[in-house]
């Protein structure tokens, strides 16, 4: 009996130096995939980390690309009639008058949709394959700067008789409204 508890003890323990061995066999195994994952993960950042910031360098590009076309489209529909029927491709072949065109507010639902970037490079893609012509009316800056005091000084001239005639206005409402 005893010599098979000997044996069982002596079995016992190879079992469990075996059964350890596995066991740090798998604790290394693991310590390796998780340094290879931690790895990945840093490699998997730095990448998103970049594509994010070439989104934000789309995203502000195209935020200066839509500046510059309603500075264009302003300078443009400021210049003299005559030279805009000569030159915007809005004008030609239109009658000797100012028409106005209606445009859209843009809501919510187009904002997120500008949020695409794949949508926004096909844009801004097919705005450069067929570009406007670069004409412009105004040469100098003090040009602008003329257009610019003439629309600040009817815009006062605007308040100015405004506040004249608002305040009879108000009380012919007012008077009207009594009788």
Not at 68 to 92: H, I, M
Not at 96 to 117: K, P, R, W, Y
Not at 120 to 138: K, M, Q, S
Not at 159 to 170: A, E, G, V, Y
Request: hydrophobic share 40%.
């Amino acid at each position: 009996i005893l010599e098979e508890l000997k044996q069982h003890i002596k079995n016992f323990e190879k079992f469990l130096t075996e059964d350890y061995k596995q066991a740090c066999a798998k604790v290394t195994k693991s310590e390796k995939v998780y340094m290879e994952l931690i790895a990945k993960n840093s490699e998997f950042l730095a990448w998103v980390t970049k594509l994010t910031i070439c989104n934000n360098i789309l995203f502000k590009l195209d935020a200066i690309r839509g500046i510059l076309k309603v500075y264009r489209c302003y300078l443009t529909f400021v210049a003299p009639l005559q030279w805009r029927q000569k030159y915007d491709e809005s004008l030609r072949g239109k009658v000797a008058s100012i028409q106005f065109e209606s445009g859209e507010f843009v809501t919510d639902n187009d904002l997120v949709e500008t949020l695409d970037i794949d949508k926004t490079v096909e844009i801004a893609r097919n705005e450069l394959r067929d570009p406007l012509p670069a004409r412009i009316y105004f040469k100098r800056p003090d040009q602008m700067m003329y257009l610019f005091r003439s629309m600040e000084l009817q815009s006062r001239e605007y308040l100015i008789q405004l506040s004249k005639t608002d305040i009879p206005f108000r009380m012919l409402q007012e008077r009207i409204k009594q009788l």
